[in-house]
Nanobody, 118 residues
Framework: QVQLVESGGGLVQSGGSLRLSCAAS????????MDWYRQAPGKQRELVAT??????TTYAEPVNRFTISRDNAKNTVYLQANSLAPEDTAVYYC?????????????WGQGTQVTVSS
């Protein structure tokens, strides 16, 4: 069984920063991509950023305020979020495409709440 555990969410004032972490644990061979998604109240879940196991990163929007990074040795992905605004308020979810016996499986974390006050 594979688990993704997020941490680092919380309440922050507008203009503040947070660093989210997501650690994968369990039995698997490797992890291909690791992503951050977010879901605001009343909205659909949306992709924020992706990091491959080769270090390539992509962002859903050209938002310079967010930076995704990954530590393959720790099976952990991070999201540094700066200059946060109230519209960034959402539950942030970690997602990973995990390889087990040469097959790829999709896993989600439980989510971490980020609330930005104005």
């Amino acid at each position: 069984q594979v688990q993704l555990v997020e941490s680092g969410g919380g309440l922050v004032q507008s203009g503040g920063s947070l660093r989210l972490s997501c650690a994968a644990s369990g039995s698997f061979d490797s992890i291909n991509t690791m992503d951050w998604y977010r879901q605001a109240p009343g909205k659909q879940r949306e992709l924020v950023a992706t990091a491959t196991n080769e270090g390539r990163t992509t962002y859903a929007e050209p938002v310079n305020r967010f930076t995704i990074s990954r530590d393959n040795a720790k099976n952990t992905v991070y999201l540094q979020a700066n200059s946060l605004a109230p519209e960034d308020t959402a539950v942030y979810y970690c997602h990973a495409n995990v390889v087990i016996r040469r097959r790829e499986y999709s896993y989600w974390g439980q989510g971490t709440q980020v609330t930005v006050s104005s």
